[in-house]
């Protein structure tokens, strides 16, 4: 039978709603290839060759009738490449703030659910003879982590594309409704042998069975005292709308290491440090009263995936799209402190404090219990949460690391990589990061109308981590 969603990346789905398309993705910027123009028709076929190797990238979502069961993949017997692969063009000069304006209005839109559920746009006309590609895949499908995998379809090591294995799909019969029922009801006989099943893999003993279980009731009990201490803080959480704003900053991984080594803590805490100089300044370009005590709570997402696969918080492992393996960290960013060496080593403490607590399930723990819970109990509970988001949190701050080298589309280097992470109801900004190549790009996705001015709020990002740089 067809794969079936596991509770998480159902969440998502359920999650999604007018003024919350949930899809995640990437900018990426490409230089010219050195032997001539850019060959967009090739690169087109090129996809359509190596959509072989991740095979959910041609599959659709389909319904169980009576909402039985959580939703199922099955393959699409009408995939039309041109209609998930698109070109377009920037007027000229072709500007930064042109491609900016024209991501935010391909963000705007959601995914036809009716189709496989991932689109890439190829930009052309951008200043020195450059292009973009932005894509878009559904949460459903992939974690931040795990969406890299349409960039990297695409992309190779070499300016000469690697081999592509022969494309013999054939798409499978699509299951009936009565087959996806009968399967349902099947799975709910046996969902609690299943459960048990999956408690005894979570731990070689008993006594590790017992460390998950309290582990994720800690989480729970954490998200619960996160909300009764948190709230709204404007003009972070307020009511948005369908459009949206894209702002991207480029900074220096070297910077981000040489203010890790001069002081304390991870790369990953020096991003968040940044990060919070940048929304102190942003803040008060707003007008909002600020005390030294006076924090925005960030969610912090953590790939599960990443950390078991031993991956280093510099480097990039090689991910398929598996499904959503994520936890969450929630992190008080000292907004209110104006020295940035005690923002940093106040982010650096929390987090450390966190990471040996073991306090990583939050939100994700909430959302794993459901999964014992019919569709449409967990369908109601995926909504309850995102609309409690402000409550629990105001900011999504989320890095990925990203390939140490660079990567080249058919002869073209790929100069930037900036993320997509969507909002979620009442968070007017989200904010990405990712490393790449000797670079650090942030990509804000954020609400048009409740945050005109996001590119004030980028551009930031280099400021605050000059103020660190400059306590060296």
């Given at each position: 039978m067809p794969d079936r969603l596991s509770p998480l990346d159902a969440s998502f789905l359920f999650m999604e709603q007018r003024t919350t398309a949930m899809h995640v993705g990437g900018v990426m910027t490409f230089a010219p290839p050195a032997d001539g123009p850019f060959d967009v028709e090739a690169f087109i076929k090129l996809i359509g060759h190596r959509l072989a190797l991740v095979p959910r990238y041609r599959q659709k979502l389909r319904e169980v009738p009576g909402r039985l069961g959580l939703p199922v993949w099955v393959d699409d017997p009408d995939f039309d490449l041109s209609f998930h692969v698109r070109r377009s063009a920037l007027p000229a000069p072709g500007a930064d703030t042109a491609l900016?304006?024209?991501?935010?209005?391909?963000?705007?839109?959601?995914?036809?659910?009716?189709?496989?559920?991932?689109?890439?746009?190829?930009?052309?006309?951008?200043?020195?003879?450059?292009?973009?590609?932005?894509?878009?895949?559904?949460?459903?499908?992939?974690?931040?982590?795990?969406?890299?995998?349409?960039?990297?379809?695409?992309?190779?090591?070499?300016?000469?594309?690697?081999?592509?294995?022969?494309?013999?799909?054939?798409?499978?019969?699509?299951?009936?409704?009565?087959?996806?029922?009968?399967?349902?009801?099947?799975?709910?006989?046996?969902?609690?042998?299943?459960?048990?099943?999956?408690?005894?893999?979570?731990?070689?003993?008993?006594?590790?069975?017992?460390?998950?279980?309290?582990?994720?009731?800690?989480?729970?009990?954490?998200?619960?005292?996160?909300?009764?201490?948190?709230?709204?803080?404007?003009?972070?959480?307020?009511?948005?709308?369908?459009?949206?704003?894209?702002g991207m900053a480029c900074t220096a991984l070297s910077d981000h290491r040489a203010v890790r080594k001069a002081h304390c803590g991870t790369v990953n805490d020096v991003v968040l440090a940044v990060v919070t100089g940048a929304l102190r300044y942003w803040l008060i370009t707003r007008g909002e009263p600020l005390v030294e005590g006076t924090t925005v709570r960030a969610m912090v997402p953590v790939s599960v995936r990443a950390r078991r696969g031993g991956n280093g918080g510099d480097g990039a492992g090689q991910h398929g799209p598996a499904g959503n393996q994520i936890s969450a960290y929630f992190v008080d960013l000292p907004v209110g402190e104006p020295d940035p060496v005690l923002r940093l080593r106040r982010i650096a403490a929390v987090m450390e404090a966190q990471k040996r607590g073991g306090r990583a399930a939050g939100p994700t723990a909430l959302v794993g219990l459901a999964g014992l819970a019919p569709p449409t109990v967990q369908s109601v509970g995926a909504r309850l949460t995102s609309q409690l988001s402000s409550r629990l949190f105001n900011v999504l701050v989320t890095h990925v690391p990203g390939p140490p080298r660079p990567l080249y589309a058919m002869g073209a280097r790929m100069v930037d990589l900036y993320p997509v992470v969507p909002l979620a109801m009442g968070q007017a900004v989200a904010i990405g990061i990712t490393s790449y190549d000797g670079r650090v790009c942030y990509g804000l996705n954020a609400d048009r109308d409740a945050v005109p001015d996001v590119d004030v709020l980028a551009d930031a990002m280099n400021g605050s981590l000059t103020e660190l740089l400059e306590r060296l």
């Open positions: 900016r304006e024209l991501v935010g209005r391909l963000l705007s839109r959601q995914l036809d659910r009716s189709r496989p559920l991932w689109e890439v746009y190829i930009i052309e006309g951008l200043a020195g003879d450059r292009f973009a590609v932005v894509t878009k895949t559904h949460h459903a499908m992939v974690d931040g982590l795990a969406s890299m995998d349409i960039g990297t379809l695409l992309l190779d090591l070499t300016p000469q594309p690697r081999e592509t294995p022969a494309d013999d799909w054939r798409p499978r019969r699509e299951p009936s409704g009565l087959e996806l029922a009968a399967s349902a009801v099947l799975e709910n006989l046996r969902r609690p042998r299943g459960a048990f099943d999956a408690l005894a893999r979570a731990g070689s003993d008993v006594r590790q069975a017992a460390t998950d279980v309290a582990r994720t009731v800690g989480g729970i009990l954490e998200a619960t005292r996160s909300a009764a201490r948190g709230g709204p803080v404007q003009p972070l959480n307020t009511a948005i709308g369908e459009q949206r704003r894209y």
